[in-house]
C-alpha cells in the first residue's frame, strides 16, 4: 500500500477492490469558514501514560474506526503516530470527536494532516467487503491496514523534521474499545475502552477516520441523492428508513445487516446512482 504525505490523502486498500479511487476533499462552505481555533476545545494528553509496556524512545500509535453501525457505506479506521521526542504543540480540538461539530472537525483534521510532527494513516474497507466478512472483522481489518500503512512511515524528531523515528517497531499500538485486532498480533497492541477520551492519538485517529468517512459519504450523496446519505451518514434514521420505503436499496447498503433485511425482500438492488 502507498502512503500519501501529510497534506494529501491517499487511502490503504484492504480489499481485492478498493472502495475509492481517492478520498474526497472537504468543501468550503462559510459554516466551516467561520470556526476559529481559539473556540476549540484543549487537546488531550498523549497516550504513553496508558501504555502498559511505553519505552522511552518509541513512538505511539493510536487507533480507532468509523462506520461500524451504518447501514450503508463503508468502514472507515486511521492510525496516528506521535514519538516521544517531539510531540506535538499547539494543536487544539484534538479530542473525543462527539465534543465537535461537524466544522470543528474539519478544521482539526486540517491541522492533524499538517502536523509534521505526526505520521499518520487512513483505510477504507468497502461494503462489499463487509458484506463479504462481517462488520467486526472489516473494522478489525481496516484498523490493521492503517497501522501497516503508518508502521512505514517516520515520525519527525524535532520540528525542522531533523532526523526521524521509524515508527515501524512502535512502543505501543493503543486501539480505541475493548477488542484487539488479530492482524496485529505481532505488534505490542493494548485495548483501551473511551480511548477517544482518553490521550491524544486515539482522539486524532478517531477525527481523521470519522471526517474521511463523512467526506466519502457526501460524495455518495451525489450518487445516490434520494437518500440523504450526507444529512445521516447512513445511520438507520427514520428519514432514512422512509427513503428505503419509497426508493428500495442501492449498491452502498449492507444487505447482510439485520435491520436491513425487511428492505431485501425482492433480493434485488431497485435504486441506481444518479448520473446526472
Not at 501514560?49 to 524512545?57: D, E, H, V
Not at 419509497?246 to 436491513?260: A, K, V
Request: hydrophobic content about 40%; charged content about 25%; some cysteine.
Amino acid at each position: 500500500a502507498r502512503l500519501r504525505r501529510p497534506g494529501r490523502q491517499k487511502q490503504t486498500a484492504t480489499s481485492k477492490k478498493s472502495a475509492s479511487k481517492g478520498l474526497p476533499k472537504a468543501k468550503a462552505n462559510a459554516k466551516s469558514a467561520s470556526v476559529s481555533l481559539e473556540r476549540l476545545p484543549d487537546s488531550l494528553p498523549g497516550g504513553r501514560a496508558l501504555a502498559a509496556r511505553g519505552s522511552k524512545g518509541g513512538a505511539i500509535v493510536g487507533v480507532d474506526e468509523a462506520g461500524r453501525g451504518p447501514w450503508a457505506g463503508p468502514v472507515v479506521a486511521a492510525a496516528v503516530a506521535v514519538s516521544s521526542k517531539s510531540f506535538p504543540k499547539g494543536l487544539r480540538g484534538v479530542t473525543d470527536s462527539k465534543r465537535l461539530s461537524e466544522a470543528q472537525r474539519e478544521l482539526v483534521y486540517e491541522q492533524l494532516v499538517a502536523c509534521k510532527q505526526l505520521s499518520w494513516s487512513v483505510s477504507v474497507v468497502s461494503r462489499a467487503r463487509i458484506d463479504r466478512t462481517n462488520i467486526l472483522l472489516a473494522a478489525h481489518e481496516a484498523m490493521a491496514a492503517a497501522v501497516r500503512g503508518v508502521q512505514c512511515r517516520r515520525v519527525a524528531r524535532s520540528a525542522s523534521q531533523g532526523g526521524g523515528l521509524e515508527v515501524r517497531s512502535p512502543s505501543a499500538v493503543l486501539v480505541d474499545g475493548n477488542l484487539l485486532p488479530s492482524q496485529l498480533s505481532d505488534l505490542p497492541c493494548q485495548a483501551v475502552v473511551g480511548g477517544d477520551r482518553k490521550c491524544f492519538e486515539i482522539a486524532a485517529a478517531s477525527i481523521l477516520a470519522k471526517v474521511t468517512r463523512d467526506r466519502l459519504m457526501g460524495k455518495m450523496d451525489r450518487r445516490f441523492p434520494q437518500y440523504g446519505f450526507g444529512a445521516h451518514k447512513g445511520y438507520g434514521t427514520a428519514a432514512h428508513q422512509a427513503a428505503l420505503r419509497q426508493h428500495g436499496t442501492c449498491s452502498e447498503h449492507r444487505r447482510s445487516f439485520e435491520p436491513m433485511k425487511g428492505f431485501l425482500e425482492t433480493g434485488r438492488w431497485t435504486a441506481r446512482a444518479d448520473r446526472g
